[in-house]
């Protein structure tokens, strides 16, 4: 007998990271539905599914309940991608990412187990971890977390994002709702834009453009980047594994390290760019008190041990794909 195929309800499908999602899961014969209110995601990141019959997406937002508890009883599984996203855009719209980030949670949670305990991936983040502390590179899931002072706007995205997961951990210990909780590190490929702060998109349309391109600080930090391509294999891995409910699980990619210095002559070189490279002291790039990580590290022993994940995209690969998107935008 042929199996039904999978109902998938993926909040925020058309972000970057959401339509990557929605292209795997329609590509294994899924079916996958978007909620997005375009906040940050765009229309145009999800063009290319719509001619796809089992593909369908509402322009709402994941406040609304009747919308979401509609959908959510449609679907098998809710991926809960949805929040505010980017260090720029937090910075500039405390409130409503405090909002969207701890009520819209609290509404996909709750709806998913009232609605018969649908499974929930609940998309978190590397900066659950905090600032730096002497001689830590490396993030572990259980490693404690060590945060700034609430007058600094960036911490509350870090706190959000972690009430996020107190409440997943709460539905599951305590309703039994199937949770898995993925940490993305920084992630990056096609259809992501500079605009709310990521730095890879952002310096390669500088460098495209022939703008200076803006290193923050003295360009010594470092990060790891993965291929949206890795993260969401991971994240459709950690989804299909049973032994994964209940867990968090960081996904990156530690092979792609790079301080913010190489990466700013690596995408120069790579698009052949007669940019300039400009520092630009961090008072000057952020109101409002800002504070940066100087490293960040993704472990991901745990995902590589349940899953057998391993990321396989170079940084190069990355890299040419974005300037090969980001160009075609530009022309
Ligand atoms: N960054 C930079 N220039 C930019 C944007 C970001 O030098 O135009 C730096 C930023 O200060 C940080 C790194 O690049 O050290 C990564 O920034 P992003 O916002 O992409 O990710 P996150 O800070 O969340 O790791």
């Known amino acids: 007998m042929k199996m039904k195929p999978m109902k998938n309800l993926i909040t925020g499908g058309a972000g970057f990271i959401g339509s990557h ?46 919308t979401m ?15 505010a996203v980017g260090v720029q ?33 609940v998309a978190s983040t590397s900066e659950i971890y905090g600032k730096d502390r002497p001689g830590k590179r490396i993030f572990k899931e259980d490693d404690d977390r060590v945060l700034g002072a609430t007058t600094i706007s960036r911490w509350s995205y870090s706190c ?53 391109i803006t290193i923050y600080g003295d360009g010594k930090q470092s990060r790891c980047f993965t291929d949206v391509r890795d993260t969401v294999r991971a994240l459709v891995l950690l989804s299909k594994n049973r032994s994964a409910v209940g867990e968090v699980f960081n996904i990156g990619n530690p092979y792609n390290k790079v301080t913010i210095n190489a990466l700013a002559g690596r995408i120069k070189h790579m698009c052949a760019s007669g940019s300039m490279i400009v520092r630009i002291p961090y008072e ?28 396989k995209i170079k940084m190069d690969e990355m890299l040419y794909t974005m300037i090969d998107d980001i160009g075609k935008g530009q022309r």
């Open 21 to 66: 999602l929605a292209e795997r899961l329609l590509e294994n014969g899924e079916k996958v539905t978007v909620i997005d209110n375009l906040s940050t995601g765009s229309i145009k990141n999800i063009e290319h599914l719509k001619r796809d019959p089992k593909f369908s997406y509402h322009i709402d937002t994941i406040m609304n309940r009747n």
């Open 69 to 83: 508890r509609r959908l959510i009883k449609e679907s098998d599984m809710v991926y809960h991608l949805a929040a």
């Open 89 to 121: 855009y937090i910075i500039d719209n405390p409130l409503e990412s405090i909002k969207t980030n701890v009520e819209g949670t609290e509404i996909v949670l709750e709806l998913a187990h009232s609605l018969g305990n649908k499974k929930v991936v």
């Open 160 to 212: 959000t994002k972690a009430l996020d997961e107190f409440l997943a951990f709460a539905y599951w210990r305590e309703k039994h709702l199937p949770v898995v909780i993925a940490r993305f590190f920084n992630t990056c490929g096609s259809r992501q834009t500079g605009r709310y702060g990521m730095v890879v998109p952002r310096f390669i349309k500088q460098a495209l453009s022939g703008k200076p």
């Open 284 to 311: 000057k790039a952020f109101s409002g008190g800002f504070e940066d990580m100087r490293h960040r590290e993704p472990d991901i022993k745990k995902l590589r041990s349940l899953t057998g994940f391993n990321p």
